[in-house]
């Protein structure tokens, strides 16, 4: 396994293929080394989600952590004020996000119960889910930009309390930090980033069967991809800079393996 220097940062973006990839890296290193982990940390939502639990780690759970790996913006690797390596996988938009709804729909308990129109519905359609007045701004919209958009001076408390409005500013933001990864990819590139991640991180490389949290097959309508589509954007064009980012590193490393 590669020595570690730096730890690893892995900026977990909501259904992007990332549980598959904690599971490999729950194989790769001791419980003790992983953050978050279920002995360390006793309440793992928290733990998945609050800068301020991230900021405040000991110095000696911060010594023997080899690798971070819950839900939170890029800017918590400045937040986190020590060198890092950071990785992160990203997902074509449109796919993203009725996925998302996909899961939300199926999961009752899930942050649907955080809804005043959908928590009693017991199958929801997806254009509901997509127009909750809760549910939409936080996880739906440009949510990929934002991810990498947010910055110290909004002060962010977890990713789901980001006062972060999604204009081309916040765009040029969310390149500059997207080119400073060690390490991106795209899903529909999922093999090719595992062996990179792997090489550069030390991950195992065993085979690891999808992790797929929602197992909805039902058909989404043309109309609402159409929707999504126009409403995120920005979102996309995110995407599109990450798919040319990781086609720009793949040649790159080509041409030096040559």
Known sequence: MT??????????????GGTSLKQRISMSFPEPELYPNPADDENLIQA??????????????RA?????????????????????RTMTLLRDPVDRVISH???????????RRFSATLADIDDPPLEAIYADEFLKPLFFIDHQV????????DNPASYTKMSVE???????????????????????NYDEFVDEASALFGL???????????????????????LIAEENALDIEFYQFARE??????????LVDD
């Open 3 to 16: 020595t570690h220097y730096r730890p690893v940062f892995f900026v977990h973006i909501m259904k992007t």
């Open 48 to 61: 998945n989600t609050e800068i301020d639990y991230l900021r405040n780690l000991s110095q000696e759970r």
């Open 64 to 84: 023997r952590t080899k690798i971070y790996a819950g839900h939170f913006p890029y800017v918590a690797t400045e937040i986190l004020g020590e060198p890092v």
């Open 101 to 111: 709804l996909k899961q939300i729909r199926m999961n009752k308990m899930g942050w």
């Open 146 to 153: 934002k991810m990498f958009a947010a910055t110290l001076a």
């Open 166 to 188: 999604v204009d081309r500013a916040r765009l040029e933001i969310a390149k500059a930090n997207l080119s400073r990864v060690d390490c991106v990819g795209i899903l529909e």
């Open 204 to 226: 195992v490389t065993n085979d690891i069967p999808p992790q797929r949290v929602s197992s909805d097959s039902r058909p989404t309508d043309a109309a609402l991809r159409e």
């Open 245 to 254: 980012l990781c086609a720009e590193r793949s040649t790159q490393k080509g």
